[in-house]
């Protein structure tokens, strides 16, 4: 496969993912809000700081006020990781590779586009809320034309190891934004909190349900293993990585448990590093510290595929 043709695939993908995370991302503090103890001012902020582009917001809207961040994260087209831009940018990318996607696909992220190009139109923010939950709703359904309609070759591994580490990187910001808004000491980590925050945070990642399968009671701990360290629950960090390194092994040709590329390594580092860690290690080094390094591992795997497949020079 022409590396400019995975390369496309591989961010239509990432970047469908990615608008998909960012609408949950948001919606974990729509649901904390409800509660009245947490002060919204408080808030706004932290949702910025952990994007890791504080310095962008704060040059084009200044104060972290509700609308300002609703805005940048959801509809601004001069920001690159806004649902808008995530989803121009994978339309875009579909248009370089209609003749290697299936018809049903183009037309599915088309209309993904289109939609998310109407709603931008509207200037009230509580037309926002609404919003959210049918860019999610668009994201399930490209993954689902998807997977029914490409053939499960080495392009449907690139666009399955694409959507799969962004996802891995955006369930981790998610538990790192409830840890940062109401936990924002090392020492506060694993307290008891309102079960009602708990919920809204395992709703947002369409996770409430499976976990009351696996859980008698909600906690603090209970949610971050399942999020983390559960290995059948599609969203949870662990289950992302195990997916991801299957179809890296399967595109690079190496047996399962070994690796010849340098993005298999750091990939099978990180998966090894979820199989053996506990709980209470993750606790002791601090949650917001292991999501941190957990982000930063996921990077370098990001820039070691592009640099073993895409052929592009990956910026230090």
């Known amino acids: 496969m022409l590396s400019r043709v995975a390369n496309s695939i591989y961010w239509i993908n990432r970047y469908v993912e990615r608008a998909e995370n960012v609408s949950r991302f948001v919606e974990v503090n729509l649901h904390l809000l409800l509660d009245s103890s947490v002060r919204t001012m408080q808030q706004w902020e932290p949702l910025v700081i952990t994007t890791g582009d504080q310095d962008i917001f704060q040059e084009r809207y200044g104060e972290?006020?509700?609308?300002?961040?609703?805005?940048?994260?959801?509809?601004?087209?001069?920001?690159?990781?806004?649902?808008?831009?995530?989803?121009?940018?994978?339309?875009?990318?579909?248009?370089?590779?209609?003749?290697?996607?299936?018809?049903?696909?183009?037309?599915?992220?088309?209309?993904?586009?289109?939609?998310?190009?109407?709603?931008?139109?509207?200037?009230?923010?509580?037309?926002?809320?609404?919003?959210?939950?049918?860019?999610?709703?668009?994201?399930?359904?490209?993954?689902?034309?998807?997977?029914?309609?490409?053939?499960?070759?080495?392009?449907?591994h690139f666009g399955r190891l694409g959507r799969f580490l962004e996802r891995a990187d955006k369930t981790a910001r998610i538990l790192d934004v409830k840890y940062f808004i109401l936990l924002p000491s090392v020492a506060a980590v694993g307290s008891p909190l309102d079960n009602l925050q708990w919920i809204a945070l395992l709703r947002s990642a369409s996770a409430y349900e499976m976990?009351?399968?696996?859980?008698?009671?909600?906690?603090?701990?209970?949610?971050?293993?399942?999020?983390?360290?559960?290995?059948?629950?599609?969203?949870?960090?662990?289950?992302?990585?195990?997916?991801?390194?299957?179809?890296?092994?399967?595109?690079?040709?190496?047996?399962?448990?070994?690796?010849?590329?340098?993005?298999?390594?750091?990939?099978?580092?990180?998966?090894?590093?979820?199989?053996?860690?506990?709980?209470?290690?993750?606790?002791?080094?601090?949650l917001h510290e292991f999501l941190d390094n957990l982000q930063d591992d996921l990077n370098h795997v990001g820039s070691a595929i592009t640099e073993n497949f895409f052929g592009l020079p990956v910026s230090a």
Not at 251 to 272: A, D, N, Q
């Open 64 to 156: 972290a006020t509700a609308e300002n961040v609703l805005k940048f994260l959801t509809f601004d087209s001069g920001y690159a990781n806004s649902i808008r831009s995530c989803v121009k940018s994978a339309r875009e990318n579909a248009r370089s590779v209609r003749e290697i996607i299936s018809s049903e696909m183009w037309e599915q992220i088309n209309e993904f586009y289109l939609q998310v190009e109407e709603a931008s139109k509207s200037t009230n923010i509580n037309e926002f809320y609404a919003f959210y939950p049918e860019v999610k709703k668009a994201s399930h359904m490209f993954a689902g034309v998807m997977e029914a309609t490409m053939s499960h070759n080495e392009g449907w």
């Open 211 to 286: 976990y009351c399968k696996c859980q008698q009671t909600i906690n603090p701990s209970g949610v971050v293993d399942f999020l983390v360290l559960h290995p059948e629950f599609p969203r949870s960090i662990r289950c992302c990585i195990l997916q991801a390194e299957q179809s890296l092994h399967k595109i690079s040709g190496s047996p399962g448990g070994s690796w010849r590329l340098g993005s298999e390594r750091r990939l099978g580092k990180v998966r090894s590093h979820l199989d053996y860690i506990t709980l209470e290690e993750i606790f002791e080094t601090g």
